[in-house]
């Protein structure tokens, strides 16, 4: 049932956020690194073949029990620029179960990491543990001493409606446990603080431009206050008075920070006679796990249909959202 509800919840989300989009961005160039952040602020100069090689070490044992032994055999940066861990996800049950990974965290700082596996009985799986990081690194984070991972525990017969087996959260330590650090970032002279409610600080850190996406970015540093996982949005965006389309969606684990960005189409600025952003105004709507789950705790998602999900999200997909949503403020960005 958790894994229905968790899609249900990613659906939802989507919804509320249909305008948005999400991917990796570079921030200012005079981010700095926390005096409690190990590690220098820009990264190595390093060949390609030197980035992509293997790390040397012994392997790592997270998790040994009754369903899962998981063991980290090797670190390197993957071709895609992703920090990743080599992992052997052994099943030591007589059965066979599905294994993933939620949103992970590293050094406390929320990222986006790719794992799901299905084990037969007895059986192993090697699967890569991806982190897109490049936010991180652009942000002066330098070393990774404390990669949190939650791992979920499945019946891989019924992995829709079947709660999970099993949650273990697991941290993996690149230097060691004693060396394990949490970021703290420093405040710049050109910060903003858009918005700081009980739920949620969201601070502007200044514009860049990515020249492969062709978009102008408002970078933004996020921090949830609370014991639940929030997802935020743009619900609507106004620069120097003119609406325009806003790409912005972002999931903040509870306890977390998040690096993130809205991130504003270079043609539809020029279409609107955008030359320099002025102002950015944008209507931003927060979601929390619980509220979700409590209204659809009632729901039959082992026998849904599509009928029943287009009533629940009220035809446009939004209607209910709103009801629902944590809070829905206007903030202001001048630069």
Same mark, same amino acid.
């Given at each position: 049932?958790? &894994?229905?509800?968790?899609?249900?919840?990613?659906?939802?989300?989507?919804?509320?956020?249909?305008?948005?989009?999400?991917?990796?961005?570079?921030?200012?160039?005079? %981010?700095?690194?926390?005096?409690?952040?190990?590690?220098?602020?820009?990264?190595?100069?390093?060949?390609?073949?030197?980035?992509?090689?293997?790390?040397?070490?012994?392997?790592?044992?997270?998790?040994? #029990?009754?369903?899962?032994?998981?063991?980290?055999?090797?670190?390197?940066?993957?071709?895609?620029?992703?920090? =990743?861990?080599?992992?052997?996800?052994?099943?030591? %049950?007589?059965?066979?179960?599905?294994?993933? @990974?939620?949103?992970?965290? @590293?050094?406390?700082?929320?990222?986006?990491?790719?794992?799901?596996?299905?084990?037969?009985?007895?059986?192993?799986?090697?699967?890569? @543990?991806?982190?897109?990081?490049?936010?991180?690194?652009?942000?002066?984070?330098?070393?990774? =001493?404390?990669?949190?991972?939650?791992?979920?525990?499945?019946?891989?017969?019924?992995?829709?409606?079947?709660?999970?087996?099993?949650?273990?959260?697991?941290?993996?330590?690149?230097?060691?446990?004693? &060396?394990?650090?949490?970021?703290?970032?420093?405040?710049?002279? =050109?910060? &903003?603080?858009?918005?700081?409610?009980?739920?949620?600080?969201?601070?502007?850190?200044?514009?860049?431009?990515?020249?492969?996406?062709?978009? =102008?970015?408002?970078?933004?540093?996020?921090?949830?206050?609370?014991?639940?996982?929030?997802?935020?949005?743009?619900?609507?965006?106004?620069?120097?008075?003119?609406?325009?389309?806003?790409?912005?969606?972002?999931?903040?684990?509870?306890?977390?920070?998040?690096?993130?960005?809205?991130?504003?189409?270079?043609?539809?600025? &020029?279409?609107?006679?955008?030359?320099?952003?002025?102002?950015?105004?944008?209507?931003?709507?927060?979601?929390?796990?619980?509220?979700?789950?409590?209204?659809?705790?009632?729901?039959?998602?082992? #026998?849904?249909?599509?009928?029943? @999900?287009?009533?629940?999200?009220?035809?446009?997909?939004?209607?209910?959202?709103?009801?629902?949503?944590?809070?829905?403020?206007?903030?202001?960005?001048?630069?």
């Amino acid at each position: 049932m958790k &894994k229905a509800i968790a899609i249900l919840l990613a659906v939802c989300m989507l919804f509320a956020f249909a305008a948005c989009g999400d991917k990796e961005k570079a921030t200012p160039a005079d %981010a700095q690194v926390s005096d409690n952040q190990t590690g220098d602020a820009s990264t190595p100069d390093t060949t390609e073949a030197e980035k992509n090689e293997p790390e040397k070490m012994e392997p790592v044992v997270l998790l040994d #029990n009754e369903y899962l032994t998981l063991t980290i055999n090797e670190t390197y940066i993957d071709e895609d620029d992703c920090y =990743t861990l080599k992992a052997t996800f052994e099943n030591n %049950a007589e059965k066979n179960y599905s294994y993933y @990974i939620e949103p992970s965290s @590293i050094n406390g700082i929320s990222v986006v990491n790719y794992l799901y596996a299905d084990v037969s009985a007895g059986k192993k799986a090697i699967e890569e @543990i991806n982190f897109e990081d490049s936010l991180l690194r652009n942000n002066g984070v330098g070393e990774y =001493t404390d990669i949190e991972m939650t791992v979920i525990v499945s019946d891989d017969e019924d992995f829709l409606s079947e709660e999970s087996v099993a949650e273990y959260t697991v941290h993996y330590y690149p230097l060691g446990e004693d &060396k394990a650090t949490k970021y703290e970032r420093q405040p710049l002279d =050109t910060d &903003k603080v858009l918005l700081d409610n009980e739920y949620v600080t969201v601070t502007a850190i200044g514009f860049t431009h990515d020249e492969e996406w062709e978009t =102008t970015d408002l970078n933004l540093f996020i921090v949830n206050k609370t014991e639940d996982n929030i997802a935020l949005g743009a619900d609507a965006c106004v620069v120097n008075d003119i609406m325009i389309e806003a790409y912005y969606a972002e999931e903040i684990p509870a306890g977390k920070v998040a690096f993130s960005c809205l991130s504003f189409d270079d043609e539809e600025l &020029k279409d609107k006679y955008i030359e320099e952003i002025e102002s950015v105004e944008i209507e931003l709507a927060a979601l929390g796990e619980t509220n979700i789950l409590d209204f659809i705790g009632n729901i039959d998602l082992e #026998n849904i249909s599509e009928e029943d @999900i287009s009533s629940i999200l009220g035809g446009d997909g939004l209607g209910f959202l709103e009801t629902m949503y944590l809070f829905e403020e206007t903030v202001v960005y001048e630069p």
